[in-house]
């Protein structure tokens, strides 16, 4: 397991939700299983994961999580075209 950033979309790719894990695949299946209906991710549908990014530890990780939670829209867009210009889902 590597700790990771992620920013997951909804179908409409209208909604970004970014988060970090120590297991990206875990956290993505608990998105999409929908556990917490009253969730952000579930009640947006939130489940499409169009970027991540692996760190060495948990700390750097939690670090970039708030550096990109604090960016605006438009710095997140730019960071998820760069790596997936098509929106694809990246999820497994």
Same mark, same amino acid.
């Given at each position: ?11 409409? !790719?209208? =909604? ?12 993505? #299946?608990?998105?999409?299983? +929908? *556990? ?20 060495? !530890?948990? =700390? ?12 605006? #829209?438009?710095?997140?867009? +730019? *960071? ?13």
């Amino acid at each position: 397991m590597r700790p990771a950033i992620y920013i997951l979309t909804n179908k409409w !790719n209208r =909604v970004l939700y970014t988060g970090v894990t120590a297991d990206l695949g875990n956290r993505l #299946r608990v998105h999409r299983a +929908r *556990l917490n209906p009253e969730s952000f991710t579930s009640k947006y549908k939130v489940m499409k994961l169009v970027y991540y990014e692996f760190h060495p !530890n948990m =700390v750097k990780a939690i670090a970039r999580e708030k550096q990109i939670k604090g960016g605006s #829209r438009a710095d997140k867009l +730019r *960071l998820i075209e760069k790596l997936n210009p098509g929106w694809v889902d990246l999820g497994w």
